[in-house]
């Protein structure tokens, strides 16, 4: 397919398009661009057409077919890969259609693509409701849906993909489409998982559930020492613990954060992020084991509303740094994993600035996300007790490749513990002999070809975790 970058070119792209076109060397074609990891802002596309509305999608898609251009699609900008604005691409920006519907009575909560998950919880929790999702409030909710979804109510609700009810779509040769169990049922398999190379999705609907808006939230700060004690029990301790409660680990060099011992700054530290959606009089008793597994330097869990929990995670990766990040699932966890990352930490490169560097994150899975069987959707949930990421963040170019070898290097010295199987979306791109895994069995890798041989043929939509690459490659 053809890559064409040049002022000029394109000019005869539809006028009855109603959003707005960005061509390179057009005013506002660099903020057009700008995606949440700054690595790969020299990328060029070749129009960025931002859509008002799926007709304006079915515009984009026929012009791209009609001068053999690629397409890309961007939601929320989040995907780690910077995909979203590929070189030469045709990029479908989805970032303009806001739309957000609920029905308090059924619970059911329509957004249109460009949605970002803090603008989907805002709009859900008015009725005290919540679509179980990710949990930086700035992740586009479509990009999310598409690829699985996971966060803090996975152990309540299971996966987003699991609350998927259907998707309005545009397939790339430009026809309008419902996707649901009971319209292209094999199409919404495929979309529950491995959506980004299939069709583009102009609006989700999910089965929203009454969460809050009173919790309990906030963060335990263990030392090292006490976080491989942690680690130890929790697996022990959560088997006895409601599924409202959730605790994802994240392992890092402490940060300057109030309160915290001056000689433990710049030292590997635990925060376990507690999340509790039950009644707020019962977290004590839901906390149970977990509270006595290890001594903490602080503990700062209090009540909070809903939208201040599920914010806890922001200010860890902010929009505009250099990122790569590296894993996968964990069935489970022991000292050995402990010790392991307190390593990688301590081999991790010199900050680029004063912000931190590079840490290692424990989301914790389980719970809900067994209630399904794997066969039943395309995201896979083999060994998905709990997701384990190295994360790699920096502002120098020059320390790029000091970085993503740090991330290679921690997910080589944690791979003999993890699933094959994964999750499509929190990771940097392996390439296709592990796409081909990811997805969990060969039976499923067919399936996810022969929906991508059916519904993008040419591989029109060849910038994501590419399956058709992947596929040739076998
Ligand atoms: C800071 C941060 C925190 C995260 N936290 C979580 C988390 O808690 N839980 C979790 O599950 N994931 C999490 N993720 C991963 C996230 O789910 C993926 O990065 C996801 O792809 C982001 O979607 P987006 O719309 O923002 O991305 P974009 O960059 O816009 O798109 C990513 C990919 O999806 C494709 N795509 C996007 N929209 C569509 C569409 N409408 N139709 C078809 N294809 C589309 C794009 O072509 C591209 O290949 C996090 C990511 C970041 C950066």
Known sequence: MSNISSPGDLADFPASFKGAVF????????????????????????????AADPDDVVVAVGYAAEHDLTIAVRSGGHGVDCAAMADGALVVDLSGMKGTEVDPETGRATIEAGVLLGEMDAATQEHGLVVPAGTVSDTGAAGLALGGGIGHLTRSFGATVDNLLSIEAVTVDGRKLTVSADSEPDLFWGMRGAGHNLVIATSLTFQAHPVGPAVMSGVIVYPAAEAVKFLAGIDAAMTRAPRELSIPLVMLPAPPLPGLPQELIGTPILLALVIYTGPPAGYEEAMGEVGALAEPVANLVKPSSWLEANSLVDPFEPTGRRYHSAGGYLPRLDAEVAKLALERLEAAPPPTGPATGCMITFPMLGGAIFDRDEDSTAFSRVGAEWLFEAIAMWDEESADDAYAAWAADTLAAMWPRMSLSGYVNLTADRGPEWLRQVYGGAEKWERIVALKRKWDPENRLAHNKNVLRAAEED
Do not use: E, H, T, V
Request: proline share 7%; no cysteine; charged share 30%.
């Open 23 to 50: 061509r390179p060397g057009d005013d506002g074609y660099a903020a057009a661009k700008r995606l949440w990891n700054a690595r790969r802002s020299d990328q060029m596309p070749a129009l960025i057409a931002r």
